[in-house]
């Protein structure tokens, strides 16, 4: 699907989404490849004004050089990962040596779920990851779960 980059008022960038193309999927999550070069894990939204569309994150913007406006294709496919995000391997560590975080995190919503997986996955190094996942198993064991609370200190 050939679409454009738009930006909104509060600076977020998002693509309209086609409503059939919508429809053929049985599910709002799905992985995006855009301009055959990226890929990653969204879900369409939907607003009154808009209609359907999918948020592109900053760093992706900037990583393919775009900017409002520009043409981009796209491509999507249903996301059938457990987690609808790519688990990073130092919190799947220690989700497996940590039964009783495990358990709690089995428990949390999807998006609670997905929410504790990016604040780990964004960053960069890989140590820096290990004593994230490591802090936020303490926190699940004492049951703060939400995202939000879980970064605070």
């Known amino acids: 699907m050939d679409t454009i980059i738009k930006k909104s008022s509060n600076g977020t960038h998002y693509i309209l989404i086609n409503e059939d193309l919508v429809k053929s999927f049985d599910t709002r999550r799905v992985i995006c490849t855009m301009n055959t070069r990226a890929k990653f894990h969204c879900a369409f ?19 393919l050089k775009l900017n409002a406006g520009d043409p981009v294709k796209v491509t999507f496919k249903k996301d059938n990962s457990k987690y609808q995000f790519e688990l990073p391997e130092e919190f799947e560590e220690v989700l ?58």
């Not at 939907?46 to 948020?55: A, D, L, Q, V, W």
């Not at 960053?123 to 926190?139: D, G, M, T, V």
Request: overall charge positive.
């Open 45 to 63: 939204n939907f607003s009154k004004n808009e209609g359907h569309y999918i948020y592109v994150n900053r760093k992706l913007i900037d990583k």
């Open 96 to 153: 497996k040596t940590d039964a009783y975080a495990n358990k709690v995190f089995q428990s949390l919503t999807p998006g609670n779920q997905r929410g504790i997986i990016h604040l780990i996955a964004k960053i960069k190094s890989s140590q820096k990851r290990i004593e994230k996942s490591l802090l936020f198993a303490e926190k699940l064991k004492m049951r703060i779960t939400s995202p939000r609370e879980i970064t605070k200190r």
